[in-house]
């Protein structure tokens, strides 16, 4: 692996690809394999500022926002639909090809990971390599007391869009629904797509996740070629708060792999 020297003052590339569906936001930084990273629900490119730095320093680093996230703004009858995995990682796929990137490794986090694991699944030539941190293949792979309360919220939005209310609430209401029917509905990952992964895969998880250990370890029996990884003391946020830490993990597991 060759380190890029890049200057912190270099200019990154910024900009949007269109579909039928949405206006999807990415933005790029440094030299190298690209290196796609997927953010989690409800949040947006911003939350890899600090690994993403990291990253670029080996890597061509593209970050992008989901649809109906960030600055991923959606369009038409799409805006009030709901979202979902499969829709996602073709938007992955999309960017990739606006972008002239053949393959690229994909880095995601919870349902980054989920999106980056549909992608690797459904668009195999596309994949060099997927990071899943703290991701899971099945709405059943959170803990139940996390499914339970993803569920409960989801119906209470789906209910409440459904009221007279003033527009700002509405659009309110109407997000949430959105964001917890991701959760509630989606991945949908079952043992045969799994199975179709070929890139290698590393599952980076933390011993205090939402996402069950066990939960964890089925789906590395499943990918052909993967490796998974739990984190003492981690929950599933620890990623946001130890950057090096888990970019420590990355970067050993990516060159052990010749990445």
């Not at 796929?93 to 690797?120: C, K, W, Y």
């Not at 629904?177 to 933390?206: E, H, N, Y």
């Not at 620890?238 to 050993?252: C, P, S």
Request: hydrophobic share 40%; aromatic share 8%.
């Amino acid at each position: 692996m060759v380190k890029v020297n890049r200057k912190e003052d270099e200019p990154m590339k910024e900009g949007y690809v269109d579909n039928c569906f949405a206006s999807l936001y990415y933005k790029e930084m440094g030299q190298g394999m690209p290196l796609i990273m997927l953010h989690g629900n409800g949040e947006s490119h911003e939350i890899f500022a600090r690994l993403s730095e990291l990253m670029s320093r080996y890597y061509r680093v593209i970050l992008m926002d989901s649809r109906g996230h960030g600055s991923s703004l959606m369009k038409g009858e799409a805006a009030r639909g709901e979202l979902t995995i499969p829709d996602m990682a073709a938007d992955v796929v999309q960017v990739m090809e606006f972008l002239h990137v053949p393959r690229a490794v994909i880095l995601g986090f919870s349902d980054g990971a989920n999106v980056a694991l549909e992608t690797a699944s459904s668009y195999p030539g596309r994949v060099s390599a997927v990071v899943a941190v703290s991701g899971n293949a099945l709405p059943g792979g959170m803990s139940a007391a996390s499914l339970m309360e993803v569920k409960l919220k989801y119906a209470l939005w789906h209910g409440l869009e459904k009221i007279p209310m003033p527009r700002g609430v509405r659009e309110k209401a109407v997000k949430s629904r959105q964001l917890f029917g991701l959760m509630a509905r989606w991945p949908r990952l079952d043992k045969d797509k799994l199975s179709c992964i070929q890139a290698p895969v590393l599952i980076l998880t933390g011993r205090r996740d939402m996402i069950r250990p066990r939960h964890s370890l089925w789906m590395g029996e499943q990918i052909p070629d993967s490796k998974v990884v739990f984190v003492k003391g981690a929950d599933h946020f620890t990623l946001l708060k130890r950057e090096k830490a888990y970019g420590a993990h990355i970067m050993a597991w990516l060159r052990e792999r010749g990445i």
